[in-house]
Each structure stands twice: as C-alpha cells, then as structure tokens.
C-alpha cells in the first residue's frame, strides 16, 4: 500500500524522458542512503542530492526536493541497498556510472568522505555491476583537491 502511494505521488514528477519508476525511485534512495550513512545528512549533502536527482532524473528542483522528503523516508526504513539495487537492472553501463559518480558527489559534499560513505558507494558499484576502474574515476573526479 505504501509503495502504490509513493508510486502515484512520484508519477506527478517524473519527467515523461526520464527513467521508470523503479529506476528513478531506487536512485533517490541510495542517494538519500549516502547522506545517512554517517548517521547525518548535512544540508551540503542534501543539496548535492537535489543537484544530482535534477540532473539523473530530468526534474526542476521543486520536484527534486519533494523527491529528497520522500527517499529520506524510504531510505530509513529500508533494511537493505538491495531493496534498490534490483530496481536498477534496466539501466545502461553509462547510467549506472552516472548513479556512483552522484553518490560520491553526496558523499563529498560536507567536506568529509566517512569510510561508511565509501563502503555502501563500493557496495551499490559492486551490485549494480559497476566496474571498479568507473568506481575509481568517478571518485578521484569528484574528489576535493
């Protein structure tokens, strides 16, 4: 019942040339899990998700920012990554790229990189068969110099 309701809440803003659903769902949430991971999301991090769900989703930031209150919620409740990871099978090698390289733009945007950051993006690239040369790269390049 809850998932028909977020459904139906997230249909009024998911852009008619962006991923379905699950795949937009599942993003939100592993994004909003990388901002819980330290057990505090900052509002760095909350704004590099908006940054991130605008830009992976094809939202405006009004939309985006709906979608942060409700991956907030999903992603404290959920047990596993899993829960996400196998909604995300549809996406190309590109997209799941673009997924680890926006998680790593969250992990980075207080300033600070927590090893449980590092851990669920290696996680996440591992179950969404990201290889671990893309894993590497999209870290150093997000990386603060």
Not at 3 to 20: E, W
Not at 22 to 32: E, K, N, P, R, Y
Not at 86 to 107: C, G, H, K, N, Y
Request: hydrophobic share 45%.
């Amino acid at each position: 019942m809850m998932i028909s309701n977020i459904k139906h809440f997230l249909n009024k803003f998911i852009a008619d040339d962006s991923p379905t659903f699950d795949s937009t769902f599942a993003t939100v949430c592993l994004l909003c899990q990388v901002g819980l991971a330290d057990q505090k999301c900052t509002p760095e991090e909350e704004s590099a998700i908006v940054r991130s769900l605008s830009k992976l989703v094809n939202i405006d930031k009004a939309n985006a920012n709906e979608l942060l209150k409700i991956g907030m919620n999903a992603a404290k409740e959920s047990n596993s990554v899993f829960d996400f990871t196998s909604q995300l099978v549809e996406l190309d090698a590109q997209s799941r790229t673009a997924l680890i390289e926006a998680m790593w733009r969250v992990a980075y945007a207080d300033g600070y990189l927590d090893e449980m950051e590092e851990a669920l993006i290696r996680k996440v690239a591992n179950l969404i068969y990201v290889n671990h040369s893309d894993f590497i790269r999209t870290k150093l390049l997000v990386q603060p110099a």
